[in-house]
C-alpha cells in the first residue's frame, strides 16, 4: 500500500525566513504533485514533477523530486504572509501508467508570521 | 472556461435521506475524479473515470456509495441513505490525461444529521 507522509505537519515561519516541506513515499512512483489549499477554499495546483530529478520554481517556491529516495521537497524562501496555507503533495500510484491515481499526504499547515 | 463546477456548494440533510452531488468538469477533460476530505481522514480519492467510463472505484466506502458519468460534462455521486460519518467536504476533479495537474471545483461542503 503507498504511503505518503510529509513532515512537518505544522509550520510556523517568520516573514523572510526559508524553510523545507519535505514529502516522502513508500512505493516507486515517477509522478508527484504539489497542490495548496486556502482555509475552507478548494485544491490549488502548484507544481507537477513527472521525471526523477525536475525541478520547479514559482516565485518564492521550489519544488524538486528525487525518485531513487523517494523524496520530494518544496522549499520556501523567503516566506511573506501570503503563503500561509495547507501545502499537500500527491503521488500517483500507477507507476508506469499515466491515470492520476492520487495518494495525498496528510498536508503541511504552514503559518507565516511577521 | 469557468473551471471545475459542483453543486449544491453546501447540503444539509438528515440520516438516511439520498444525496446526490453534481459535477461538471472543465471541457475537453477525459478524466473525473471524486475525492473526499475530512480531518480525520484527509483527502481521499473515492473513484475516477476515463472517457466516461469508471477506472477504478476501490475508495468508494461502501455499498451506500455510486458514482455514475452518463456523458462527458456531468458526474454525481449519490448516497444513500447517508449517515452522519458520510458528513465531509466532496471534491470533483478534472484533468486532461491521467499524468497531469487535477483542477479541482470548490467542493460541496455535506452536513448529515
Known amino acids: ?114 | 472556461d469557468a473551471g471545475v463546477i459542483q453543486s449544491p456548494r453546501h447540503e444539509v440533510t438528515e440520516m438516511g435521506q439520498e444525496v446526490t452531488l453534481r459535477c461538471k468538469p472543465i471541457s475537453g477533460h477525459d478524466y473525473l475524479f471524486w475525492y473526499r476530505q475530512t480531518m480525520m481522514r484527509g483527502l481521499e480519492l473515492l473513484i475516477y473515470f476515463n472517457n466516461n467510463v469508471p477506472i477504478d472505484d476501490s475508495g468508494m466506502p461502501e455499498d451506500r456509495f455510486s458514482a455514475k458519468m452518463p456523458n462527458a460534462s456531468f458526474s454525481t455521486l449519490k448516497i444513500q441513505p447517508s449517515e452522519p460519518r458520510d458528513s465531509a467536504v466532496y471534491f470533483c476533479a478534472s484533468s486532461f490525461r491521467g499524468y497531469n495537474e487535477q483542477f479541482f471545483g470548490p467542493g460541496t461542503r455535506l452536513t448529515v444529521l
Open chain 1, 1 to 114: 500500500e503507498l504511503k505518503v507522509e510529509q513532515n512537518p505537519l505544522f509550520l510556523s515561519m517568520q516573514e523572510g525566513k526559508n524553510y523545507t516541506i519535505y514529502c516522502n513515499y513508500s512505493t516507486t512512483s515517477d509522478r508527484l504533485y504539489w497542490y495548496r489549499q486556502d482555509p475552507g477554499k478548494s485544491l490549488e495546483s502548484l507544481f507537477v514533477l513527472l521525471s526523477n530529478g525536475a525541478v520547479k520554481q514559482e516565485g518564492r517556491l521550489m519544488a524538486s523530486l528525487d525518485t531513487k529516495a523517494r523524496l520530494s521537497t518544496l522549499h520556501i524562501t523567503a516566506a511573506v504572509h501570503d503563503l500561509s496555507a495547507t501545502y499537500f503533495c500527491a503521488v500517483d500510484m500507477t507507476y508506469g501508467g499515466s491515470q492520476g491515481n492520487l495518494i495525498f499526504g496528510k498536508g503541511t499547515k504552514l503559518s507565516v508570521k511577521p
